[in-house]
């Protein structure tokens, strides 16, 4: 049983559609979260969830969007899709958030590319 | 600002070799410390953590780190390197003055030759 899955693992698609990533995670876990690895494998966080509130921000387009229909599930929205969205995107959930740790569990990624 | 570097981009060896891979934090205090590996096409798994106590922690597959305050680092080690080890391995740091995120040096590759 996978413990964080992410849907699709790959995504090919023409500049300026609107694209869905979706992200569930079966451990239990309150936070989840949105990362970012872009193509010289740099990670770098863009959201980050409690309990279906959003936490963390970062300095993140409004395109994108993320939504947090439960505590299990963050899905990433991302409108009007340009070249420097091309990326991997994990998603990755952790125990509270208030007496969290750092020990994160990843996904697989998903892999975004934008011709 | 807190900020994680690694700073050996790639690193080779020679598969039997032992492994050393540097990480450097710098926080206003002793962050939470992590090593995590990442396999071609794969997501992030965790090798090992350290929170507090002992300085030399023992993690998945033969790795090992040691904490060390003054210097500031956290170092990744394995005595002896396997062909299957050749992946992109990232130090992490948590803190709680950091708005509760991971924050990740920017990776070191590692390649092994036979």
């Known amino acids: 049983d996978t413990a964080v899955s992410q849907t699709p693992k790959y995504l090919v698609t023409q500049m300026g559609n609107d694209k869905s990533i979706k992200c569930e995670q079966n451990l239990g876990h309150d936070t989840m979260y949105w990362y970012k690895q872009d193509s010289k494998k740099f990670l770098k966080i863009m959201f980050s969830?409690?309990?279906?509130?959003?936490?963390i921000n970062e300095t993140v387009p409004n395109r994108f969007s993320p939504k947090s229909p439960d505590k299990a599930h963050l899905n990433l929205h991302i409108n009007s899709l340009e070249l420097g969205d091309s990326a991997v995107y994990f998603c990755a959930s952790s125990q509270e958030a208030r007496s969290a740790t750092g020990e994160l569990f990843f996904g697989e990624g998903s892999r975004l590319t934008v011709l | 600002a807190q900020s994680v570097t690694q700073p050996d981009i790639h690193i080779t060896v020679s598969e039997g070799a032992s492994l050393e891979l540097r990480c450097n934090y710098s926080y206003g205090a002793t962050p939470y410390l992590f090593w995590y590996v990442q396999s071609p096409g794969q997501g992030l798994q965790l090798l090992l953590k350290?929170?507090?106590?002992?300085?030399l922690v023992q993690g998945i597959k033969g790795f090992e780190a040691e904490f060390k305050r003054s210097q500031s680092s956290f170092n990744l080690r394995k005595p002896s390197v396997h062909w299957s080890d050749a992946a992109e391995y990232f130090c992490?740091?948590?803190?709680?003055?950091?708005?509760?995120?991971?924050?990740f040096g920017g990776g070191t590759r590692l390649m092994v030759k036979p």
């Open positions: 992490a740091a948590w803190g709680n003055n950091a708005g509760n995120m991971l924050t």
């Open positions: 350290y929170f507090s106590g002992d300085t």
């Open positions: 969830y409690n309990n279906k509130e959003l936490i």
